[in-house]
């Protein structure tokens, strides 16, 4: 059986998923999406899983793109096919109910980039590039890119990236909006470890209601964001973990959340 183009690490509530294609910049062909989206789907079912945290294997790329020789082979019915895998991937990820930390190790390219804004952290290494490069392939993108990067960082940046095809650093990604944070490359682990342990122990039913609120609601008109806000908010009052974590506060103790 050919090894899985997804490796799957698990500790302390964290699970690492890392695209495992270093010899093609960890681009995106159809069997990496699909399994990427299973492990999405596992990952999303697993209590003892807190927090996803996706990178790319190798020194020099989170993920380059799309597989361009497979797109070099497709006709439009199959481009449609491959165009709907990729963003019911990313929208899986954007609808994950635990938080999902994009690593960005390098080249996010194209696909790459798209699927680093599907997940709701990013922390870039300083010597990561970002960009949609799809214009010089004479292709447009086709994950979700037009969509997510107008969201995150406005029309002006969502055009220039997408018209010029020029990729960005990583300086210039943290001015934009486009990621949380840069640190040097030699610290994004650390980086990453810390927070995604500090997710880790967070009380996960709040966590799940801020991500419903901000992406569900955050799609609604303000009106309809700010009830489902209220709902999200009153649900938690009838969980222990919220008793806890208010306990805690007023008994000056550090809080023990169990996910209930
Ligand atoms: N698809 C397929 N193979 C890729 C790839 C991709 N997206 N990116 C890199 N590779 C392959 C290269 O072909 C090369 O293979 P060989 O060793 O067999 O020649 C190998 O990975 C290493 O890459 P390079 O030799 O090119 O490495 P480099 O350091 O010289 O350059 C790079 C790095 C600038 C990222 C360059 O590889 C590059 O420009 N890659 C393509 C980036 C791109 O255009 N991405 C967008 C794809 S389209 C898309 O994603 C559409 C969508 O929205 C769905």
Redesign the pocket.
């Known amino acids: 059986m050919a090894p899985s183009p997804v490796t799957v690490r698990d500790a302390e509530g964290v699970r690492t998923l890392t695209v495992d294609r270093p ?3 960890n ?2 062909d159809r069997q990496t999406l699909e399994a990427l989206d299973a492990e999405f789907a596992a990952a999303a079912a697993d209590a003892s899983v807190r927090v996803v945290v996706l990178t790319g294997a190798g020194p ?2 989170f993920v ?6 497979e ?1 070099n082979q497709l006709d439009a019915i199959a481009a449609r096919e ?2 709907l895998l ?1 963003q019911r991937l990313m929208r899986r990820i954007e609808r994950m109910p635990k938080p999902v930390v994009a690593a960005i190790n390098g ?1 996010a ?4 980039l ?1 699927l680093a804004m599907a997940c709701h952290l990013r922390i870039a290494a300083d010597n990561a590039r970002m960009g ?3 214009i ?2 004479g ?1 447009a ?3 979700g ?1 037009t969509q997510r990067l107008l969201r995150l960082c406005g029309r002006a940046a969502a055009l220039e990236l997408c018209l010029l095809g020029t990729p960005i650093d990583a300086a210039r990604a943290q001015e934009l909006g486009l990621v949380n944070r840069v640190v040097p490359a030699a610290g994004l682990q650390a980086e990453v470890d810390a927070l995604a342990a500090r997710l880790a122990a967070a009380a996960p039913l709040a966590l799940r209601a801020i991500l419903d609120a901000v992406v569900v609601g955050g799609e609604c008109p303000i009106e309809e964001g700010l009830q489902f806000e209220t709902a999200q908010f009153a649900l938690l009052f009838a969980t222990e973990d919220m008793r806890e974590g208010t306990s805690a506060f007023l008994e000056k103790r550090t809080p023990q959340f169990r996910n209930r």
């Open positions: 010899e093609r910049l681009a995106l020099k790329a380059a793109g799309a597989d361009i020789a797109m491959f165009s990729g080249y390219l194209g696909g790459g798209e949609q490069p799809e010089n392939l292709l993108p086709g994950f890119g």
